[in-house]
């Protein structure tokens, strides 16, 4: 019989997708066959065939699976759908989540299923989170994005009681370091006294809350002058370029995978940037660079991206992306692979699959 785990997030921008993927491809290594799909989504595809959550796109390419797209996402509650569901549609949802979790589950050890954007989701359509577990018959992994200690034990004594004796454990992500051996020696045993296991705690990574130069160029409404065929290219960090030509080169060598913000009249900064780790160039108010710092930038596949906006109103924009960005990119999957692979318990995550596994 296929066991389920059904990983659910607490918050939103949990790291819950990239989480899936990481533990399929460990299961995988072990020698299980292993399904995914996700019950419940809110983020169509950008196209395709039928109306489908983008996530269930993304994971049908990366692994490989011959499952139909309406099996690996039986139900999409975009925009549309819940005004027809508003509008008094019925929608046999249960039906849907059942018969695509059975269909998938056919020839297979596991299915990893994916749940949506926090505890609260679904309900519209009586299919939220502790509604699908329900169905599923799955046991419960949730993924907890770290903002405070507090949040943290509320958000998962909140699993807890929602889930009852469902819950599987935890995972608590995105922990930064001088808080992770709080969050492993101290609250890791308060946590047990009250039935909630941690399997994992992931440290903060910079890469896995990189932002692609399209997103960002998305986000800002500006144009793209050159090295187009780079704006999936992933940026870590962040930094501004208004210091003096002598000091730049110094400067910038500071971070890897940056984009820079200066001005288009700065075309001393500009150049410094390029002889870095620069992933793109962002230049404020509108202000065209000189051809020859186009041709370079060319050369070293370095986008620039022109906006109308100011310095400051850039960095609040691009600022507000780290840690929100999308996941498809393959650089993330491999990654927390890595991460995984040294904090995840396995073994203590696959005992408690099995029947009577606690």
């Given at each position: 019989?296929?066991?389920k785990?059904?990983?659910?997030?607490?918050?939103?921008?949990?790291?819950k997708?990239?989480?899936?993927?990481?533990?399929?491809?460990?299961?995988?290594?072990?020698?299980?066959?292993?399904?995914?799909?996700?019950?419940?989504?809110?983020?169509?595809?950008?196209?395709?065939?039928?109306?489908?959550?983008?996530?269930?796109?993304?994971?049908?390419g990366?692994?490989?699976?011959?499952?139909?797209?309406?099996?690996l996402?039986?139900?999409?509650?975009?925009?549309?759908?819940?005004?027809?569901?508003?509008?008094?549609?019925?929608?046999?949802?249960?039906g849907?989540?059942?018969?695509a979790?059975?269909?998938?589950?056919?020839?297979?050890?596991?299915?990893?299923?994916?749940?949506?954007?926090?505890?609260?989701?679904?309900?519209?359509?009586?299919?939220?989170?502790?509604?699908?577990?329900e169905?599923?018959?799955?046991?419960?992994?949730?993924?907890?994005?770290?903002?405070?200690?507090?949040?943290?034990?509320?958000?998962?004594?909140?699993?807890?009681?929602?889930?009852?004796?469902?819950?599987?454990?935890?995972?608590?992500?995105?922990?930064?370091?001088h808080?992770?051996?709080?969050?492993a020696?101290?609250?890791?045993?308060?946590?047990?006294?009250?039935?909630?296991r941690?399997?994992?705690?992931?440290?903060?990574?910079?890469?896995?809350?990189?932002?692609?130069?399209?997103?960002?160029?998305?986000?800002?409404?500006?144009?793209?002058?050159?090295?187009?065929?780079?704006?999936?290219?992933?940026?870590?960090?962040?930094?501004?370029?208004?210091?003096?030509?002598?000091?730049?080169?110094?400067?910038?060598?500071?971070?890897?995978?940056?984009?820079?913000?200066?001005?288009g009249?700065?075309?001393?900064i500009?150049?410094?940037?390029?002889?870095?780790?620069?992933?793109?160039?962002?230049l404020?108010?509108?202000?065209?660079?000189?051809?020859?710092?186009?041709?370079?930038?060319e050369?070293?596949?370095?986008?620039?991206?022109?906006?109308?906006?100011?310095?400051?109103?850039?960095?609040?924009?691009?600022?507000?992306?780290?840690?929100k960005?999308?996941?498809?990119?393959?650089?993330?999957?491999?990654?927390?692979?890595?991460?995984?692979?040294?904090e995840?318990?396995?073994?203590?995550?696959?005992?408690?699959?099995?029947?009577?596994?606690?």
């Open positions: 019989m296929s066991r785990l059904y990983v659910v997030s607490t918050q939103n921008d949990a790291g997708s990239l989480l899936c993927a990481g533990l399929i491809r460990r299961f995988r290594v072990d020698g299980r066959a292993v399904g995914y799909f996700k019950p419940v989504g809110t983020e169509a595809a950008p196209a395709g065939p039928v109306d489908v959550d983008e996530d269930a796109v993304f994971f049908r990366l692994f490989d699976l011959p499952d139909a797209l309406e099996d996402s039986p139900v999409l509650l975009d925009g549309r759908r819940v005004e027809r569901i508003l509008a008094g549609e019925v929608l046999d949802g249960a849907r989540v059942r018969a979790g059975e269909r998938v589950a056919r020839g297979r050890d596991l299915v990893v299923a994916e749940g949506g954007g926090s505890l609260r989701e679904g309900w519209v359509a009586d299919l939220s989170p502790v509604q699908v577990a169905l599923l018959e799955a046991r419960v992994l949730a993924v907890v994005p770290y903002l405070s200690e507090l949040q943290v034990v509320d958000d998962l004594v909140t699993a807890r009681v929602r889930f009852g004796p469902s819950l599987a454990g935890a995972v608590v992500n995105r922990v930064p370091g808080r992770r051996p709080l969050v020696e101290r609250m890791r045993p308060f946590l047990a006294e009250r039935g909630i941690l399997f994992a705690v992931l440290p903060r990574d910079r890469l896995l809350q990189a932002v692609s130069v399209g997103e960002i160029l998305e986000g800002l409404g500006g144009r793209v002058l050159c090295a187009r065929d780079h704006m999936d290219a992933l940026v870590e960090h962040l930094m501004v370029g208004a210091m003096s030509a002598e000091s730049a080169l110094a400067y910038f060598r500071r971070r890897p995978n940056k984009a820079v913000i200066t001005g009249d700065r075309p001393d500009q150049l410094a940037a390029i002889e870095t780790s620069t992933r793109c160039l962002v404020t108010g509108n202000l065209h660079p000189p051809a020859p710092i186009l041709g370079k930038a050369q070293a596949g370095i986008p620039i991206l022109l906006t109308p906006h100011d310095t400051l109103t850039a960095v609040e924009i691009i600022e507000s992306f780290f840690g960005g999308r996941w498809h990119q393959a650089e993330k999957v491999q990654r927390m692979e890595e991460l995984l692979a040294g995840l318990d396995f073994d203590a995550l696959a005992a408690a699959l099995e029947p009577g596994g606690a």
